[in-house]
């Protein structure tokens, strides 16, 4: 269908204040639990003393968090900082040979941290990986690049190579795994483009080049090579318009919103609380839907944080890398749904799109999904909270296109025709709104657990109907009315030319 019609504006004030006072209604809950449960005996090791400005303690539940803002945080500048510095000095002096620098410095960092043997392991890896993509055989790449990455991610294989690194430190399992799971990742796309390669192939350095850029390597994210290749060897290095006030804005912005995830994290403990189910059975549904929406809200936030983080320093790189993830806010759909950009683009370039085409089959597009996620599994970790994660978002990508397909035919496709565009527009929207909630359930058992999950899906559903059931939805319907509408200007931005309709009823634009 083309662009909607605008929302009138008494809806668009009515939607905003309804979803204003639900979050800050549920935002209360939450902070009464906080604040009354904040001395639990389950509280002990996660909220720990924090700013003495507030008095308050800190939730501190998410190590990933307070490893790259507090804890380590100044070895992590200090790394980075260090990239930013020889990378500049040596563009200016011998822009041609950047890549090399760039591989280099993150060689080196990568063996003072890790040590020798960790680099012996993922210089293994990249040679099986690179003779492997001399053969030009994608589904060869696919079967050593999966071999390979189960051999990390599966018993006994994965402890047995982490016996080899040497020496014994708080990152050592984060950085083991990232680094090498990562690196495999790279590699698998190294070989995948060299298939596409037609005039011989790409070299061994390029690889190592590649693999070894450091601000990517432990954390990612993922840039596949070609895009890599062509940026890190251009050598016309220039700015856009105002990008540096960009960068330094959106750097400015990252710690900012740093500074306002630690403050609330000392009044919302919406990261502990999910942890302690007796406490979780005695909340009221509101706080439970809070709970389960501010724990997605959150793991967005720090994706697109540290992300952003890298992100800022791959753009002073002159790389274009992955954009930070969608707001979960924002998503309606699970065809949109994700937390890593950079997997998905990977994912979706080599996997669901190869095997999916246009995503108007059904049968491709089960097989597409079905083997996207299967390699989704892996790279996560096999286990049960994964499959159940892997299967529920598999199924709810899928019945997305079966529902989709059923109201494009008569009497569904007949009925919407005549039916005026704001009617269309509600009834959407209540499936978008159902459509949500599914994917806030669907997400939130791989965050904290399967039994919230459980818990929260049979109050909201079940023991909460009508009344918490129909005002969760209604509030969901007022977020996503405006998330459309929001969608709506911005497509008239990108594209104002309108929509005419030709060929009988089809829109086409000029």
């Known amino acids: ?204 350095s390029d690889l190592l080049k590649y693999n070894f850029y450091l601000p990517f390597f432990f954390f990612g994210p993922i840039m596949t090579f070609d895009q890599y290749h062509a940026q890190a060897n251009n050598t016309k290095l220039t700015r856009k318009e105002r990008e540096m006030w960009n960068i330094t804005t959106k750097a400015l912005l990252h710690l900012g919103v740093i500074m306002v995830v630690d403050v609330f994290f000392h009044y919302l403990y919406i990261l502990t609380i999910p942890s302690d189910m007796k406490l979780v059975t005695k909340l009221s549904d509101w706080c439970l839907a809070g709970l389960a929406y501010s724990n997605l809200v959150y793991d967005w936030v720090k994706a697109a944080v540290m992300f952003g983080v890298i992100n800022t320093v791959a753009t002073l790189d002159h790389l274009d890398p992955p954009q930070p993830p969608k707001c979960i806010t924002m998503l309606y759909v699970f065809a949109e749904t994700h937390f890593d950009r950079g997997i998905n683009d990977w994912l979706c370039k080599y996997v669901y799109d190869y095997i999916g085409g246009d995503h108007d089959k059904i049968f491709k597009e089960l097989l597409a999904t079905i083997c996207t996620f299967a390699i989704t599994t892996l790279w996560l970790g096999p286990c049960e909270l994964v499959y159940i994660w892997s299967f529920f978002n598999c199924f709810g990508l899928n019945f997305e296109l079966w529902v989709a397909k059923l ?50 899906g049979r109050r909201l559903i079940f023991k909460g109907f009508p009344l918490s059931t129909l005002s969760v939805l209604l509030v969901t319907y007022c977020g996503v009315q405006l998330v459309k509408d929001r969608e709506r200007q911005q497509a008239l931005l990108d594209d104002p030319e309108p929509l005419k309709p030709v060929d009988g009823g089809k829109e086409k634009a000029e």
């Open 407 to 456: 109201f494009s035919f008569p009497p569904f496709s007949t009925l919407e025709g005549v039916m005026g565009e704001a009617m269309s527009r509600r009834i959407r929207g209540v499936f978008n709104a159902a459509n949500f909630w599914a994917i806030i359930l669907y997400n939130v058992l791989s965050l904290n657990s399967l039994e919230f999950a459980k818990l929260v």
């Open 1 to 204: 269908m083309g662009i909607k019609a605008a929302l009138p504006r008494y809806e668009l004030y009515l939607y905003t204040a309804v979803l204003a006072v639900a979050l800050i209604w549920a935002g209360s809950w939450i902070f009464e639990a906080s604040s009354e449960n904040v001395n639990r005996k389950a509280f002990k090791e996660s909220v720990k003393p924090g700013w003495h400005y507030f008095g308050r303690k800190m939730d501190v539940a998410d190590f990933e968090w307070m490893m790259w803002f507090s804890t380590f945080r100044n070895h992590i500048l200090f790394a980075l900082t260090g990239h930013v510095i020889f990378a500049k000095i040596f563009t200016l002096v011998a822009p041609k040979h950047r890549s090399l620098i760039f591989g280099v410095y993150g060689g080196l960092a990568v063996l003072v941290t890790m040590g020798w043997t960790f680099v012996a392991l993922i210089l293994s890896h990249c040679i099986i990986l690179y003779s492997v993509a001399l053969v030009k055989m994608k589904w060869m790449c696919f079967a050593a690049g999966l071999a390979t990455l189960a051999s990390i991610k599966l018993e006994p294989y994965n402890s047995w190579q982490e016996t080899l690194v040497t020496g014994s430190f708080d990152l050592q399992d984060i950085l083991f795994y990232g680094g090498c799971g990562f690196s495999i990742m790279r590699c698998m796309s190294f070989a995948l483009e060299n298939c596409e390669k037609k005039d011989g192939n790409y070299t061994f």
